[in-house]
């Protein structure tokens, strides 16, 4: 999944692209409750082992503590989370493999965006 991260303070924002038919594993949050809300395509999670089919419009609720997997179906899907603060070691995986790496080690960070990135406003000029 690429997982952008728009806001990050008490509360969170983050816009998630899922390519068709990508899976993002099994894993829960001791603190962060999270919602996400579909803006493109579908997505199927699996949320305490049930299945949630959602399209463009639905939001689903996850609290702290409940087990959620997903996947982009056909067309893949854009979807936002809003959530609780998010939290670099507060996400728990099944896999026990992805539970050893550092958070490094499990994401790529992007920077330097040049002309498209957007300057951070609390810096003077």
């Known amino acids: 999944a690429y997982l952008f991260n728009i806001i990050n ?10 390519l068709p038919e990508q899976k993002h594993p099994a894993q829960y949050h001791k ?3 999270e919602s996400f809300h579909i803006l493109y395509g579908n997505l199927t999670c699996k949320l305490d082992n ?20 997903f996947v982009g179906k056909i067309k893949g ?3 936002e989370e809003v959530s609780s603060e998010s939290l670099k070691n507060d996400s728990f995986y099944k896999d026990t493999k ?5 958070n490094y080690e499990r994401k790529t960070f992007v920077s330097g965006w040049g ?8 810096v003077k000029f």
């Open 98 to 102: 992805i539970n050893k790496l550092k």
């Open 115 to 122: 002309r498209y990135e957007l300057p951070n406003p609390l």
């Open 9 to 18: 303070r008490k509360y969170c924002k983050k816009i998630i692209l899922m």
């Open 31 to 33: 603190i962060k409750d």
């Open 77 to 79: 899907c854009i979807f």
């Open 50 to 69: 049930k299945i949630y089919k959602l399209t463009k419009g639905d939001i689903l609720h996850i609290r702290a503590g409940q087990w959620h997997e």
